[in-house]
């Protein structure tokens, strides 16, 4: 909510100028401090622990990561005034407390854990975020690239089955070498799915829901509007069988019908895609040995034999739970348990480490935090007024709550287990830089959500011209080619977000397919 | 869009619940269960780390843990390091290994050596609000150093064991087992050192006796505690037992008169047992006192008392005994056999007078028939056997005392004088006199248990003493120790041997 709309009351002398006004994020400032302190925090208490002393680089972090922060918060300040204020505090809150548990397990000598490379990626990628927020002033200009961005999501699934350049790690081709670093070409997929599938339905949702013929009480799309949707379920079952990978098949998949849902209200059609995916699935068990064997140690994963067997065994997911139940209600404490004996324990498990260390307690709080970005990425969805903001937003949301899902739920045996990140917390470049540029999409349009627009004077009340079309979301298709005099125009009849009585009456242009 | 988006919102919700639900399953149901797996050696490293309390014997630590400079912290030391000390004391104290092996007073007292247990609240509170590093508490234990090394001297090269009791409390005093290990060597931070000499030590089964030089070996390994957790036929010292029945029924009294055929055939088989030595007991007689029959070990006498007191009557005195128990010391320790009692073995007639005179598929621990003297010598009442004597907390204060219980009452203080008085006789009078003290009442009972299959008799001595005012009871078994060679075997191996412990409990 504005906090402007809130204090002045309707229809007050004329319209406001929010740029003037913009709020100071205070709060964001305030919360951004804690979270740092409970990050650094939790890194000096890993030294004490281990070494009786702070840990190696431990001013560098904290030097590193302020400074950071305070640069996103002043390019916030600027670029995104209105944007959420828990988003970023809530993120980083995440990812110090994982640069300190990555610490932790460098510290104890675990092999891959890798403090210094995960600084150096987290800030990267939040560089690259504040970047992303300064150049684009306006998430509508990507509807622009919808298709170029459905062949470039495409060609980076296909990216890890090309030989040499894809790598099989454990057992799954998700992975490519690129100048010596490893990378997850899904994590930015996914992200690109998210920005074609809200381009593409934002066009073609009415066609898609309205225009086919009905079978059996339900209403099926035309083949032809159908088309990419195909193509990528195609896609996504393409990376279950040929990368051997049930997470990030699942996580285009849920991407997919999630967003398919969002943007035509058909209920079932979720339910035909989940059927599909259950299908595949299914098929997938019955042919492949190793998608078995996931099934088996989901099922028993205290099996002696299980446990034993070498490769593809149920070692990994055991270790993790003992490290849990060994954590119980407030965990072993920062640099007191045993993490490091999970394996993986700084980048799959890490989730598994956590609960060693913080317990339940922590675990739960950590849960929490995540919802909080989730629910504010879906908040920000239903405050934006353009359907392509929000499809993106619901998007890119509920994806970042499905990853969550596939991971937490793998290691707490929900699901069987499977080779995603957990966002933010896990050590890993392409998860990091990937997860740090949804939410940079995130704040951009939760800042357009927020912001308020002019408030209508009595006489714009009194005229309203009627010409609204048939979207009911009423957004006003400002094109990156409008003249600045669009804008301003435009700005100036945004409807509040808060008010929807006055949005039925403000001028409201067709936001049909015109740019598809 | 927005009703579509709220709806998901919800979705999103149950979403996390069920992993919240799942996170708790794990962290907090399913927990206890994961801690306990035998896989998680999370516990060990903490347990190994922790400043672990030490094992007390006498006013000796015998266990202690000592600061060292890697990636435990603590470095758990036996007997100072003592190969000999730590081989006395390694069935008392057991072992505690990175490889999550365990034994001993190391497993069973761990929760009060690793300062966790319920009764050390106040500590663990202290430490809570102090911030300090919790300590283990001491177990002071009831043994006597100078009983535990005489007994371990008095078995010498055999393979056995010896436990000794306080029949009035249920105290152990002794408790030894040959061959025996060092728990040093199984301390050491390398799990696959202590792998391969946990392996090594678990294969290693000595060598017993046989009548035909063939080469054959115990079933037990040095890494078992014979004195609890091995069984063996307690032979005639299960006469002792027998007549325990016998006088309870109400039909015999040790005056009684019972028959003493030398070869005693036993009921539709066609087999006949002879007496030991294949003499008549009582030389000219056929009939002799109960008394007499204890006396001389007569096994025909028991053979036929087996058979009259019956399978019911021999299974209830078994079960007053407790025998059929496994009991905490706080280690468990194994239960006796019976025929036909909780297991598969033959219960015909022949099977119930065979186990008369302590053979044929009964079998007992040492422990158990130290305390089968232990009772006769506490006029009846059986006390329950411990070795834990109290807990001291890290500030040497005690927070745990074992109070002495009784653990049954199988036979009356009446019946317990008279086998008193039977006993007495063996020693005095009987095949246990080398078990003789000058100036001290003993009662006793020897036992030539055979195990068949060319292996050497396993022999016992049991007893008492003083018996106007009885200190100790011991049970000594030296497994398949016989000697072909010597007459009388038991009474001639075990009752010296029995003579020193009980001599350095007097003493």
């Not at chain 1, 994590?187 to 073609?204: D, H, R, S, T």
């Not at chain 2, 919800?10 to 794990?26: D, Q, R």
């Not at chain 2, 408790?175 to 931070?189: E, G, I, R, T």
């Not at chain 2, 006088?247 to 028959?259: H, K, L, R």
């Amino acid at each position: 909510m504005s906090m402007l709309s809130e204090k002045l009351p309707q229809g007050m002398q004329d319209a406001i100028q929010p740029e003037e006004n913009a709020p100071g994020r205070a709060a964001e400032a305030v919360l951004l401090v804690v979270a740092l302190a409970l990050g650094f925090g939790g890194l000096a208490m890993v030294g004490y622990s281990l070494e009786d002393r702070l840990p190696d680089g431990f001013w560098t972090e904290v030097l590193v990561l302020s400074a950071l922060s305070l640069t996103a918060h002043i390019v916030l300040r600027i670029r995104a005034p209105y944007a959420d204020q828990v988003i970023l505090p809530a993120v980083m809150l995440l990812n110090t407390m994982s640069l300190a548990m990555i610490t932790r397990l460098e510290m104890a000598g675990m092999r891959g854990a890798d403090a210094g490379r995960h600084l150096m990626w987290t800030s990267l990628s939040i560089a690259v975020a504040c970047v992303l927020l300064l150049v684009l002033r306006d998430h509508r200009v990507l509807r622009k690239y919808t298709y170029t961005v459905m062949v470039a999501a495409l060609v980076l699934v296909i990216l890890p089955l090309i030989p040499k350049l894809g790598q099989e790690i454990n057992g799954a081709k998700i992975w490519i070498n690129v100048a010596g670093f490893s990378l997850q070409p899904a994590e930015f997929a996914k992200i690109l799915f998210a920005v074609f599938f809200a381009g593409y339905l934002v066009a073609n949702r009415d066609t898609l829901a309205l225009a086919g013929k009905k079978v059996l009480g339900l209403q099926l799309p035309r083949l032809r509007d159908l088309g990419p949707i195909l193509v990528v379920w195609a896609v996504s079952l393409m990376v279950l069988v040929g990368q051997k990978d049930l997470g990030t098949s699942l996580l285009f998949f849920g991407l997919f019908v999630g967003m398919l849902y969002l943007a035509t209200e058909r209920g079932g059609w979720v339910a035909i895609g989940m059927s599909m995916f259950v299908v595949g699935a299914f098929v997938a068990w019955t042919i492949f040995s190793h998608v078995q064997a996931r099934v088996e140690i989901w099922l028993n994963p205290l099996d002696p034999e299980l446990i034993e067997r070498e490769f593809g065994g149920s070692y990994q997911i055991v270790q993790g739970m003992f490290g849990m139940a060994f954590g119980g209600m407030f965990g072993a404490g920062w640099g007191e348990g045993y993490s490091s004996r999970i394996p993986f324990a700084f980048s799959d498990m890490i989730y598994a480490a956590f609960g060693e260390e913080l317990g339940l307690t922590g675990l739960l709080a950590i849960l929490l935090v995540y919802l909080a970005i989730v629910q504010r990425g879906l908040r920000a969805a239903i405050g934006v007024r353009d359907g392509f903001g929000k499809l993106l937003a619901g998007g890119l949301a509920f994806v970042m709550a499905l990853q969550l899902f596939v991971v937490v739920g793998g290691i707490t045996r929900v699901i069987p287990l499977t080779g995603l990140t957990l966002p933010f917390m896990a050590q890993g470049g392409s998860s990091l830089l990937a997860n740090w540029i949804v939410i940079a999409l995130l704040l951009r349009i939760s800042d357009a959500a927020r912001r308020p627009s002019a408030l209508p004077t009595r006489g714009q009340l009194a005229t309203p011209p009627m010409n609204s079309g048939p979207s009911t979301d009423g957004a006003i298709e400002v094109g990156p080619g409008a003249s600045t005099a669009d804008r301003a125009a435009a700005r100036q009849s945004m409807p509040s977000p808060s008010d929807e009585v006055t949005q039925m009456h403000v001028p409201i242009r067709n936001d049909g397919g015109d740019q598809a | 869009m927005n009703t579509t988006l709220r709806r998901l919102s919800t979705v999103v919700m149950a979403m996390f619940l069920v992993l919240m639900v799942s996170t708790t399953w794990i962290q907090f149901v399913q927990a206890g269960e994961l801690n306990d797996n035998g896989r998680n050696v999370r516990k060990i490293y903490r347990d190994l780390g922790a400043a672990r309390g030490p094992i007390v014997v006498g006013e000796d630590n015998v266990v202690v843990s000592v600061p060292i400079d890697d990636a435990y912290g603590r470095q758990r030391v036996y007997a100072d390091g003592s190969e000999d000390l730590a081989k006395l004391y390694a069935p008392i104290t057991g072992f505690f290994a990175v490889n999550g092996n365990t034994a001993g007073l190391e497993r069973s007292a761990n929760d009060y050596l690793s300062g966790r247990a319920d009764s050390l609240w106040l500590d663990q509170l202290q430490n809570l609000l102090t911030g300090q590093e919790a300590e283990g508490s001491s177990v002071d234990t009831t043994i006597d150093p100078k009983i535990q090394q005489a007994a371990w001297d008095a078995l010498g090269n055999y393979t056995g064991a010896a436990v000794a009791l306080d029949p009035r409390t249920g105290a152990i005093l002794a408790m030894v087992s040959k061959p025996s290990y060092d728990p040093n060597s199984l301390a050491v931070h390398s799990s696959g050192e202590v792998n391969e000499t946990y392996q090594g030590l678990a294969n290693t089964k000595p060598q017993i006796n046989t009548d035909d030089g063939s080469e054959q070996f115990s079933p037990y390994s040095v890494l078992t505690n014979r004195a609890i957790d091995a069984t063996y036929p307690p032979g005639s010292t299960f006469k002792v037992f027998t007549s325990a029945a016998a006088i309870e029924s109400g039909d015999f009294t040790p005056d009684s008169e019972v028959p003493s055929p030398n070869g005693y055939e036993l009921t539709n088989t066609g087999t006949t047992i002879n007496n030991f030595g294949g003499y008549d007991c009582v030389a000219g007689k056929t009939k002799i006192t109960l008394a007499d029959a204890m006396r001389t070990s007569c096994n025909s006498s028991y053979l036929w008392l087996g058979g009259q007191i019956g399978k019911e009557g021999m299974t209830d005195m078994f079960k007053a005994f407790r025998f059929d128990e496994s009991l905490e010391v706080p280690m468990g320790t194994v239960a006796g056999s019976y025929p036909g009692l909780d297991n598969t073995n033959p219960d015909s007639v022949d099977r119930i007078e065979l186990s008369g005179m302590g053979q044929g598929d009964v079998k007992l621990t040492p422990l158990q028939v130290a305390m089968m003297s232990a009772t006769v010598a506490n006029g009846g009442t059986e006390m329950k056997p411990y070795l834990i004597k109290s807990i001291r907390d890290s500030e040497l204060e005690v927070v745990e005392k074992t109070n002495p219980s009784t653990l049954a009452n199988p036979i009356s203080s009446s019946t317990a004088d008279a086998l008193t008085g039977m006993m007495i006789g063996v020693v005095e009078n009987g095949s246990g006199q080398n078990a003789q003290i000058p100036g001290v009442s003993v009662a006793g009972k020897t036992g030539t248990a055979e195990n068949g299959g060319h292996r050497q008799p396993t022999l016992w001595f049991t007893g008492f003493a003083p018996t106007d005012d009885p200190q100790v009871a011991i049970a000594v078994v030296l497994e398949n120790g016989g000697n072909s060679t010597v007459d009388t075997a038991s009474g001639t191996l075990a009752a010296p041997i029995a003579k020193k412990i009980l001599e350095a409990a007097i003493g």
